[in-house]
């Protein structure tokens, strides 16, 4: 695996800033290049799967839908399972579901309610951290479930969307802060 300085570059020159998507004023941080580039999708997926190790995680937790696509490759390769956190009325089973605001309106977040043996050392990925809502509501929904929230692991943080304030004392692992 290459240092993070390198590893951060490579997110740098394979991420694209798409403006105005989803909506005017927001500028999208577009990782399919990244995920296209083989060397580059390896060389992340060797960093997140390191941080697990380090942690000392059990259990790793994907958030729909780009979390899925960085969190089971890296739960993988650190020889861990995955676990999915999907939008409402996707997951079969029984499940536990978590609320939560949107710059305007409310989305919600799912579980399979006997996804997580309690006291199980999970960590929380995405893709990118703004503000910080919908991985609050994650650590919210996982730990009702009984879980051990040890850390929380995403590609980009758009720090001046001040997400850390929204989940203070947890063990939060940025690759790339913008
Ligand atoms: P938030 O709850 O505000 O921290 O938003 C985090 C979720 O929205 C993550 O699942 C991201 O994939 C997505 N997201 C928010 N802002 C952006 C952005 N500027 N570019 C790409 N994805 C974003």
Same mark, same amino acid.
């Given at each position: 695996?290459?240092?993070?300085?390198?590893?951060?570059?490579?997110?740098?020159?394979?991420?694209?800033?798409?403006?105005? #998507?989803?909506?005017?004023?927001?500028?999208?941080?577009?990782?399919?290049?990244?995920?296209?580039?083989?060397?580059? #999708?390896?060389?992340?997926? %060797?960093?997140?799967?390191?941080? @697990? %190790?380090?942690?000392?995680?059990?259990?790793?937790?994907?958030?729909? &839908?780009?979390? #899925?696509?960085?969190?089971?490759?890296?739960?993988?390769? *650190?020889?861990?399972?995955?676990?999915?956190?999907?939008?409402?009325?996707?997951?079969?089973?029984?499940?536990?579901?978590?609320?939560?605001?949107?710059?305007?309106?409310?989305?919600?977040?799912?579980?399979?309610?006997?996804? +997580?043996?309690?006291?199980?050392?999970?960590?929380?990925?995405?893709?990118?951290? &703004?503000?910080? /809502?919908?991985?609050? &509501?994650? *650590?919210?929904?996982?730990?009702?479930? /009984?879980?051990?929230?040890?850390?929380?692991? #995403? @590609? +980009?943080?758009?720090?001046?969307?001040? /997400?850390?304030?929204?989940?203070?004392?947890?063990?939060?692992?940025?690759?790339?802060?913008?």
């Amino acid at each position: 695996m290459s240092s993070p300085d390198k590893i951060r570059e490579l997110v740098q020159s394979h991420c694209r800033d798409i403006p105005d #998507f989803p909506k005017p004023g927001v500028m999208f941080k577009d990782i399919t290049p990244l995920l296209a580039d083989s060397y580059s #999708f390896g060389q992340v997926v %060797e960093y997140l799967s390191d941080f @697990l %190790e380090r942690v000392g995680c059990e259990l790793v937790v994907g958030i729909e &839908a780009r979390g #899925f696509i960085l969190a089971a490759p890296a739960a993988f390769q *650190a020889g861990l399972g995955f676990v999915p956190l999907r939008k409402p009325g996707k997951l079969p089973g029984v499940t536990l579901r978590e609320s939560y605001a949107l710059e305007y309106g409310e989305a919600s977040l799912e579980m399979h309610e006997d996804a +997580i043996h309690p006291g199980t050392r999970v960590v929380i990925m995405d893709d990118v951290l &703004a503000t910080g /809502g919908t991985a609050a &509501a994650a *650590a919210d929904l996982l730990e009702r479930a /009984g879980a051990k929230v040890i850390g929380m692991s #995403f @590609l +980009i943080e758009l720090g001046f969307m001040g /997400g850390r304030a929204k989940l203070p004392g947890r063990d939060i692992d940025c690759l790339w802060t913008v």
